[in-house]
């Protein structure tokens, strides 16, 4: 039995969510078909107020894995994560959101890496779809093309966060929401570190996670092959901001009231949370700096550089005007802090609201790190069949390399010449490719 748990340390999916019902059933399917013998799968529902209590319970008939957790008492989305974490056994963790989900022998993969690594700390490109109805009418699947493994030097990471600021478009960040996997040994170091033995320090779970535990860790790993695939649904908690109907503001607004006591970095004026990836990325820096012998290093963010970034994040976003003037208020006090009101009012008067306008997505795309597909193209409608999508598409585009279409191309016309194909051979040839 140690033999055993040598080899197969337990992995553990945490999914804290709120009405997430429909999405989860495809979710905790990508997790209920892994095969990893010592495999756990703890929900926990923050007072869902449609059926995913029920959908999760009908999934535990089915799959004793599945723990439960369902609160009476509206925690929020920091608190359920903590909950969730707190939960979860010596091992290795990742987390999910509702609507997002595992690739297939995922978890083999993580533990091979992890063990001929030797670290703790597990980070990857997940592949993404697009639910449909989110900006078009058909969804799209979007899976990286590139392979390999290698070791990130996490003060490089955090030197480069300081600077680009952000976090989100980082596929190298480490957090273990949806992209990564932990040691439970690393997430116990960082709870140390903090005075009331809590692991986030921020209102939004995902970043802060890969800031902090880049910072725990000389280096980590880092592969190109999707593990995980992110799913961006109307139900999204990032999406109800940009969004102007009446229950996306609302859940936005509710969003803000539950961190009303959990301000930014001081350094950040002690404005309230701000969903703009710049100043996110800001705020886990500087409270991950913070933290009682943190040994994570970076250099002091440039504030002008930040008000910069972040005015062009304003610029490109769909945000309402409303939303935009509450941005600008908390830019504002930012720049104040640092003396810096000269130049927010130079940004003010030249920076220019970009006018876009989403367009259907068609076909297939190809890049020099992903393809994109339409996802009505090949059928797709939910995050488990995504998934499977996504596996067959990686492993696919790792075998056709350039040399195999050489040789292809090669070995038909070796053939025509050698056959003299005319008339109906030919027919009759191309019939049979």
């Keep these: 039995m140690n033999n055993f748990l040598t080899n197969y340390p337990l992995f553990t999916v945490i999914i804290p969510l709120r009405n997430r019902a429909d999405y989860l059933l495809h979710t905790l399917q990508t997790c209920m078909e892994q095969d990893y013998p010592n495999f756990e799968i703890i929900v926990s529902d923050d007072c869902s107020s449609d059926r995913s209590v029920e959908i999760t319970q009908e999934c535990i008939k089915r799959d004793p894995r599945i723990k439960l957790f369902a609160h009476n008492q509206n925690l929020g989305m920091r608190d359920n994560f903590e909950f969730a974490l707190a939960q979860v056994r010596p091992g290795y963790v990742i987390a999910l959101g509702g609507d997002d989900g595992l690739m297939p022998g995922c978890l083999y993969t993580m533990n091979d890496i992890l063990s001929s690594t030797k670290t703790e700390l597990l980070t990857w490109p997940s592949s993404t779809f697009i639910y449909p109805g989110m900006y078009a009418e058909s969804g799209r699947l979007m899976v990286s093309r590139r392979k390999g493994i290698k070791l990130i030097k996490s003060s490089d990471f955090l030197k480069k966060m300081s600077v680009n600021l952000n976090y989100n478009s980082d596929v190298e960040c480490p957090m273990f929401y949806i992209k990564g996997v932990v040691s439970t040994k690393l997430i116990d170091i960082v709870k140390k570190r903090n005075p009331d033995n809590r692991f986030y320090s921020c209102p939004t779970p995902d970043g802060f996670s890969g800031v902090v535990l880049a910072g725990e860790v000389k280096y980590y790993a880092f592969t190109y092959e999707p593990l995980s695939i992110l799913g ?124 876009y306008h989403i367009r259907e997505f068609r076909g297939i795309s190809i890049g020099p790190r992903s393809l994109g597909i339409d996802s009505s193209f090949v059928k797709i409608t939910n995050i488990r069949d995504a998934s499977n999508a996504s596996y067959t598409l990686y492993h696919l585009l790792q075998s056709l390399s350039i040399k195999i279409f050489f040789s292809m191309f090669y070995q038909t016309f070796k053939y025509l010449f050698k056959s003299r194909i005319t008339g109906d051979k030919f027919t009759k040839f191309i019939k049979q490719i």
């Design 232 to 355: 961006s649904s109307p139900a999204s908690q990032g999406v109800n901001y940009l969004r102007n109907d009446k229950s996306s503001v609302e859940e936005s607004n509710r969003f803000f009231e539950q961190n009303v006591k959990t301000p930014m970095h001081e350094l950040l004026a002690f404005q309230p949370y701000s969903p703009l990836i710049t100043l996110m990325t800001a705020d886990y820096l500087l409270k991950a700096r913070d933290l009682d012998g943190w040994p994570g290093v970076f250099p002091d963010l440039d504030f002008k550089n930040l008000l910069n970034k972040g005015f062009k994040e304003l610029s490109d976003a769909f945000y309402s005007e409303d939303r935009i003037h509450r941005e600008l208020d908390i830019l504002m006090a930012i720049a104040s802090r640092h003396g810096l009101m000269n130049y927010f009012n130079y940004l003010l008067k030249n920076t220019n609201r970009k006018k």
